[in-house]
């Protein structure tokens, strides 16, 4: 958990050092999608302080299960989270600008150079690096969300359904919504009757006292 000061320092984050935080992850990100992720974790969390580790892990869960791009999702709500609506836009701005201005430049002349030897080889030298941030992405973000045997049976569960049962990822996410609720009820259920027995045998104890 942060302290008091620490928790104060990330609120006074500038607009501008959000778009500039931002901007340079769109800018240096090839991939997009969760290939950002690790950036933004790095840049926000460990970096700038802006945002704890739990609250990133819950900005990406609610980021991946609404629609539309992950990156902008995420860029969205980091920015909502630390200054509102005016971060979010700013925000958002700063992740897609740089890809806008690269598509622009590539819609430009890439026509031109698109059976360039050069870029070809770019490209295939773009491929495993890029699989190489999604394998990154998947292993920060697995290792601070899943703690306990009920979360490595969600993570199971939700791949069966993905690869064997070919699901699409919108039912998986209800699923897994509604597994959680009803995991989250039983628990609190049980926590109560164990809470109750437990006054019940105290009372019991010092009745017989």
Known sequence: MLSGSEKDDRTKASLAAIFWSFFKIGAFTFGGGWAMVPLIRRELVDRQKWLEDSEFIDILAIAQSGPGPIAINTSVLCGFKMRGFAGAVVATLGSSLPSFIVILLIAMFFLRVKDSAAVAAVFK?????????????????????????????????????????????????????????????????????????????????????
């Open 125 to 209: 030298g773009m491929r495993p690096a890029i699989f190489g941030l999604l394998i990154a992405a998947v292993w920060q973000v697995g290792r601070k969300s899943i703690k306990s045997r009920i979360d490595v049976a969600f993570a199971l569960a939700g791949a069966v359904f993905l690869l064997l049962l070919k699901l699409s990822p919108i039912q998986v996410v209800l699923i897994s919504a509604a597994a959680g609720i009803l995991v989250g009820v039983v628990t609190r259920l049980r926590g109560r009757e164990r809470g109750t027995a437990g006054q019940k045998k105290g009372e019991s104890e010092l009745n017989h006292r």
